[in-house]
């Protein structure tokens, strides 16, 4: 009996893009996935093997945490999906759509002879398992391919005709398991040297590729209301709706995004080889952490400072060198981390980095700010905010020659170079573990000795920052003609200092004097100002107050993006994309337009609209575990 295919309802949230639409800009297969499974889905409903236009990013599965035993701790490719309708010609023009509420991906494509191809994927939230349905127009008699390559390194494959591989592949461990074919129609399935051909001559089907998952299923319409189920308790933890079509958009397609890339550790960049194989950089994951949390996605955020404190017993080791049960105690993280806590970057001046410890406190505290969670931070981010500001105090606080605190030599931004002395944006983050360690250690009533020092230490780096006498610098001793993002780093992103300060108000507007030039993520990679940059400009913006500008700065990105609302590590070379940081650092820039907190942690609300903003509404996380909700009509507060 032949499938019934029933196209499926597409919510409000739905992006629908043309041939014409990916022609006049960048357009980028559709990301799907769940935490574990990662996938990229062209307009034909398949994996092209192409980087054109895509930023280097080349369609595949991949699978969090599957990765080989190197320095640089590859993902293992579990393959790539091609399809063929022998004779139907060039695809005449094709539209695709993305479901951001549920990661539905459908697409039309009709072919130079008249067929018509109609196609629904998706890959469930809850389960590891992708759909295909496929409907073909005029197939007469011909047969639907799929051409699935599967070839990893160090890896052992059996097959069978019915549609079952088993593998063990070796890397960071011994990885077993199956990927199964199952559809609803009569089909063959054979191997042809690295490439296994699923074949049917139905003319409308669902295929399900089961990746390690041997539950019943029923339906792929019933596997979808299930996924939904997951998708709407996520949507449901908060939401934002603005007037401007492309804010929203973007944001909805970013928080999507987010969930998908959120690992059963924490947030990689993007679960693809171009993205640094998928591994965790302890600085992206606070942004990732904040875009999150601010949200109300508590449980996802809290998923970072959870997997660095499974971590915490390698960390410490890398500092004392020998085994110990001692809580707290004093803890170093790599710069760039795989699942076991071991150093997977090349080797470089980035080594030399230490405010990716600043930023594993910092999100541990964040974290009980918003929740009020008292159990977790005795056991669990206290121990990471002590050892991380430890380390720091230990081996990084310095006395300078008016015998002051300050920060020894280390890299900061990377596009300053290794060895800057005092580098201000790293003492910014150093200011704010002080302080964090402090009022987290005080209110636990421990660490007397510690946090007076504590207190005082951040102190006295705050009076020490590098300056001139109009503004603060990139670091100690900077010449002149250096500029940098960093300059602004004691408002976003670590609030250590008040936006008046004429010092740091200087070293802004230095900063948007020369963004132009000290704005590009890598010197010499694209134009202008990268896309989590503007995002960092956008936050600094609400955090002053600037509504109108920090709402053209998410408009100027929005027109950035790719087709479907997706975020570029650098929009203005189409550069990496599908990018979490700067997807979770937009995310964040608009909540912070709409709610901010005084120090005594009441709310502001809608502290940085633009003007032109009458009918807005929201709910966001609140502090101590409450959610904050208010809506605009005609620019009054209801």
Not at 33 to 41: F, V
Not at 310 to 329: C, D, M, Q
Not at 441 to 458: I, Q
Request: charged content about 25%; aromatic content about 14%; some cysteine.
């Amino acid at each position: 009996m032949l499938y019934n295919f029933k196209k499926q309802e597409l919510s409000m949230k739905t992006i629908r893009i043309t041939e014409q639409d990916a022609k006049q800009k960048r357009c980028t297969p559709a990301a799907i996935g769940n935490g574990d499974l990662s996938l990229l889905i062209d307009y034909e409903g398949m994996q092209r093997q192409t980087e054109s236009g895509w930023g280097k990013l080349v369609p595949g599965i991949r699978r969090a945490g599957f990765r080989y035993n190197t320095p640089l701790g590859e993902l293992i490719p579990f393959g790539y999906f091609l399809t063929e309708i022998p004779g139907t010609g060039s695809v005449k023009n094709f539209q695709q759509t993305l479901d951001p509420s549920c990661g539905l991906v459908t697409s039309d494509c009709p072919y130079d002879d008249g067929t018509e191809l109609h196609t629904e994927t998706f890959c469930a939230l809850h389960r590891n398992i992708v759909v295909l349905k496929r409907r073909i127009d005029r197939l007469a008699g011909r047969t639907f391919r799929l051409f699935y390559h599967f070839s990893p390194k160090y890896a052992e494959l059996e097959w069978n005709p019915n549609g079952e591989i088993r593998y063990a592949i070796e890397g960071i461990r011994m990885f077993e398991g199956f990927i199964r074919f199952e559809a609803d129609v009569p089909f063959t399935f054979r191997r042809e040297k690295n490439c296994f051909i699923w074949e049917t001559k139905a003319d409308a089907f669902t295929l399900f590729l089961r990746f390690d998952d041997s539950a019943p299923v029923g339906s792929a319409e019933q596997l979808l209301e299930e996924s939904r189920r997951e998708w709407n308790r996520y949507w449901d933890e908060g939401f934002v709706e603005v007037p401007s079509e492309n804010i929203q958009k973007m944001y909805d397609l970013a928080q999507y995004h987010l969930r998908i890339s959120s690992t059963q550790w924490g947030m990689p960049t993007g679960i693809f080889d171009s993205h640094w194989n998928g591994l965790y950089f302890a600085f992206d994951e606070y942004f990732d952490f904040m875009g999150l949390a601010t949200s109300g996605h508590m449980e996802t955020a809290a998923k970072i400072p959870a997997f660095r404190h499974s971590l915490i017993g390698s960390a410490r080791f890398r500092v004392e060198g020998e085994k110990t049960a001692r809580e707290p105690g004093v803890i170093l993280y790599p710069w760039v981390s795989n699942e076991n806590g071991q150093e997977n970057s090349r080797r470089g001046f980035w080594y030399d980095h230490i405010f990716h410890a600043s930023h594993i406190a910092l999100a541990a505290y964040e974290a009980f700010r918003f929740t009020g969670d008292r159990k977790r931070l005795e056991e669990i981010w206290y121990p990471l905010i002590w050892g991380c500001t430890e380390w720091l105090r230990n081996f990084h606080i310095v006395r300078g020659e008016n015998g002051t605190a300050e920060i020894g030599t280390c890299t900061d931004l990377e596009r300053l170079r290794g060895m800057r002395r005092n580098p201000f944006m790293t003492a910014c983050s150093v200011i704010a573990a002080l302080r964090a360690a402090a009022e987290t250690g005080k209110l636990l009533g421990r660490d007397s000795d510690l946090v007076e020092l504590w207190s005082k230490l951040a102190e006295e780096l705050k009076s020490n920052l590098p300056h001139n006498e109009s503004r603060y610098l990139p670091y100690k001793d900077c010449p002149e003609e250096v500029h940098s993002i960093g300059q602004f780093a004691g408002i976003f992103p670590y609030g250590v200092l008040s936006p008046h300060d004429p010092l740091q108000r200087g070293a802004y507007l230095d900063y948007l004097r020369s963004r132009e030039e000290c704005g590009k993520m890598y010197a010499g990679t694209g134009s202008g100002v990268c896309s989590w940059y503007q995002c960092w400009e956008a936050l600094t913006e609400s955090a002053l107050g600037n509504g109108e500008r920090a709402c053209k700065l998410l408009e100027d990105l929005a027109q950035d993006c790719g087709c479907f609302g997706e975020l570029f590590e650098i929009g203005s070379c189409g550069y990496r994309p599908w990018f979490t940081t700067a997807e979770a650092q937009m995310v964040h820039a608009l909540n912070s337009m709409l709610l901010q907190f005084n120090p005594d942690g009441s709310a502001k609300i809608a502290p940085a609209v633009p003007h032109s903003w009458k009918n807005f509404r929201f709910r966001l996380q609140g502090r101590n575990g409450t959610k904050i909700e208010a809506e605009y009509r005609n620019g009054i507060k209801l």
